[in-house]
């Protein structure tokens, strides 16, 4: 079939790229976002997130009629859902985080009035194992003038399929039309409805699965990177223990041809890697043994730097038994959940930085290139640029391996480094 209207739900950062695409093909996007001023913003052509060259796609779709935003959904023939699945709060650290499905339930429910035979219904939103099916049930209690796949199979009205998005965020516009995409359709025929749709902008493949699988896709990517990370976090918390360089004990290992052992650092951030095997965990708590303690080391890392930091702390006052903490300076190089990116999102950096100001009675600055002021997550008040710090710090904590830091090194004062590129510069 062919879409003359596509809408998509939820304008963030996935949902207002994937929007600008289909709409720089010269096809009528609707938009909708329950932030007004989101909405407001787009309407002018502008964007309230970043994202390289996504600002000349939104501004070029919008003076040309081909992209609108509202806050409530209108008629379309394709409905793109990507919003935030996020979990509830846990009561005690054994729990394990539940996924809260409650936006993709307020969206699905939105976009039903306007429904027709014959549209497509796409999941986008990185979700548990089951969630897409959950949306048609929803969609069809809703509706129960229209058939959906998990009564109709191939002959329902409604089509309905789940696609995650795999994009990396710096990268998005380029990795949108390149990168291969999962297509998981609750009958064949929606599968193929929704790789219609998709071909209208991506060059990479389009590959045909089920929903249930199209979701663990995504979660399985994740899961691994974040076991692969937690190895090497916690190979680092033993090096320290052993007095073990473990910068050069990974060089020295991934010489041999079959290993690629990550480089170790503060923990995982991101709305991704650190919140996606909780998904795979929540569904089946007693079989995801290795994914649940990768993740649990992982959340860890933060608190062993934080315990690092106060050792320096105490080392630098034995030195200096003239001073009290009170006159000790530390600076965080780093409030980013990665490098070379303003996201904040999930970041242990940022974590780490709000812990340290809580604990330290002395000057705590932070570092950070990407951003010009600091978040109102962020617990302290003083963002500093990297020449004043290495000039005012006496304890230097390395928490992202921006660019701007590889070429530089304090001379003065003590080093904790979670990054493991300025404990090993000559």
């Given at each position: ?13 996935i949902?207002?790229p ?9 096809i ?27 600002d ?26 990507a ?14 985080p ?10 699905a ?14 999941l ?39 696609c ?44 045909m699965?089920?929903a ?11 899961s ?20 073990i360089?473990v ?56 608190e062993?730097v ?21 006159n ?25 930085a709000?812990?340290i ?9 932070a ?12 617990a302290?008040?003083?963002?500093v640029t ?12 390395l ?24 404990n090993?510069?000559?």
């Amino acid at each position: 079939m062919s879409f003359k209207i596509i809408s998509v739900i939820g304008l963030g950062y996935i949902g207002l790229p994937t929007a600008a695409m289909f709409a720089s093909r010269k096809i009528k996007v609707i938009g909708v976002d329950v932030n007004q001023h989101a909405v407001d913003t787009i309407n002018r052509g502008e964007i309230h997130i970043v994202e390289p060259e996504l600002d000349i796609l939104v501004h070029a779709a919008v003076t040309e009629g081909y992209l609108k935003a509202v806050t409530r959904p209108e008629p379309a023939d394709a409905f793109l859902i990507a919003v935030p699945t996020p979990f509830y709060p846990t009561i005690s650290a054994d729990d394990i985080p539940q996924p809260n499905l409650s936006y993709i339930e307020s969206a699905a429910k939105a976009i039903a009035p306007v429904l027709k035979k014959g549209d497509l219904v796409i999941l986008e939103s990185t979700s548990p194992v089951g969630a897409t099916e959950q949306m048609a049930v929803w969609l069809a209690e809703a509706r129960s003038d229209l058939t959906f796949p998990q009564t109709h199979n191939e002959e329902s009205d409604i089509r309905i399929a789940h696609c995650p998005e795999r994009v990396l965020p710096g990268h998005v516009i380029r990795e949108l039309v390149e990168n291969d995409r999962v297509i998981g359709g609750m009958s064949s025929k929606c599968s193929e409805q929704a790789i219609a749709l998709y071909k209208i902008f991506v060059a990479g493949e389009c590959v045909m699965t089920n929903a249930r699988t199209a979701e663990m896709a995504k979660l399985t990517e994740n899961s691994c990177r974040d076991v692969q990370i937690a190895f090497a976090n916690e190979l680092s918390m033993i090096c320290d223990e052993l007095d073990i360089d473990v910068w050069e004990l990974i060089s020295l290992a991934n010489r041999h041809p079959r290993i690629n052992i990550l480089k170790p650092g503060p923990g995982v951030g991101g709305h991704c890697i650190a919140v996606d095997p909780w998904f795979i965990v929540s569904k089946t708590p007693e079989l995801a043994r290795i994914i649940k303690t990768a993740r649990e080391v992982n959340d860890s890392k933060p608190e062993w730097v934080i315990n690092k930091v106060k050792i320096a702390i105490s080392d630098f006052l034995q030195s200096n038994p003239t001073k009290t903490a009170k006159n000790v300076t530390v600076t965080c190089y780093g409030l980013a959940f990665k490098p070379d990116i303003d996201d904040l999102r999930e970041s242990p950096a940022l974590s780490i930085a709000n812990e340290i100001v809580k604990l330290h009675k002395g000057t705590v600055f932070a570092v950070e290139p990407n951003i010009e002021s600091l978040p109102h997550s962020y617990a302290g008040n003083k963002l500093v640029t990297l020449s004043n710090a290495l000039k005012s710090s006496d304890i230097h904590v390395l928490l992202v391996d921006h660019k701007q830091f590889l070429n530089t090194h304090p001379t003065y004062g003590i080093i904790v480094d979670a990054k493991g590129i300025w404990n090993n510069s000559k």
